[in-house]
């Protein structure tokens, strides 16, 4: 019922006189149009239209009507702060409808949706994965000191890091890192990922703003593209966005601003 609720006001305001009324309310009336009104746009957020849904739509009507006629006899309605309210609403409706009404005249096609899919899948062609242990320390000579053990195999990295990492997002899982391409990494990070090989260390301790991490590549993989179908959802309302954003961007570069 809250959905109904928001959008009681917008109908209540046009109620033709000589149009069958559903109920009135201390002789006000609440109009059958205004109520087909209502319905429709309740069907266009994908409600159904049933006996149920007017009756509580009628009940709804009643109420909202009941509530209005109580704010105007306070002169709640001549209060600034409802005045400004009633605008920035007024705005907001508006706004919404315009953005909607340009998606409808502009929308994104599946020829649209086919060409980006295929530009962010070249993109993605060659990019590599990888699955990454690190262990976090805060100075040179301790990083120093971990990596020899490492590489003298005198103790298990993921031994290692639940001792020493400072990082408390992976010291816990022995420093293991989801899969992610370099490029989610800080540099230097993400090149002395890219340059070490599968199943080995990094030849030295990397420092970043973080401190200083000893990094091991457990194993690589090519960035899998998902299909088509998949992405397809959030390509299109990504696509909406931006066109939106440009659509706003023209309007304002027209308007006389001073």
Do not use: C
């Amino acid at each position: 019922m809250k959905r109904i609720a928001m959008l009681t006001a917008a109908i209540l305001i046009a109620s033709p006189v000589l149009a069958q009324n559903i109920a009135t309310v201390n002789g006000k009336a609440i109009t059958q149009k205004s109520m087909d009104q209502f319905v429709e746009l309740l069907k266009g957020q994908g409600a159904t239209d049933s006996p149920e849904l007017r009756k509580q739509v009628k009940e709804e009507m009643i109420n909202r009507q009941v509530m209005v006629q109580a704010a105007e006899k306070e002169g709640i309605a001549k209060d600034a702060n409802v005045v400004t309210e009633l605008e920035l609403a007024r705005q907001g409706i508006l706004v919404r409808a315009l953005m909607a009404d340009y998606l409808k005249k502009n929308a994104i096609s599946d020829a649209d949706l086919k060409a980006e899919y295929d530009k962010l899948k070249k993109a993605e062609e060659g990019v590599m994965e990888y699955r990454v242990r690190h262990i976090l320390v805060e100075d040179e000579k301790n990083a120093n000191d971990i990596l020899a053990k490492l590489k003298n195999k005198s103790d298990k990295f993921e031994d290692l890091a639940k001792k020493n990492s400072k990082d408390p997002g992976s010291a816990d899982k022995g420093g293991e890192l989801d899969w992610a391409p370099a490029t989610n990494y800080v540099e230097p990070f993400a090149e002395a990922v890219k340059a070490t090989a599968k199943g080995a260390l990094a030849d030295k301790p990397v420092k970043t703003q973080f401190g200083w991490h000893i990094i091991e590549v457990e194993d690589t993989r090519p960035v899998e593209i998902p299909s088509f179908d998949k992405v397809r959802p959030q390509m299109e309302e990504r696509m909406r966005q931006q066109t939106l954003a440009k659509y706003q961007q023209a309007l304002r570069d027209k308007a006389k601003i001073q």
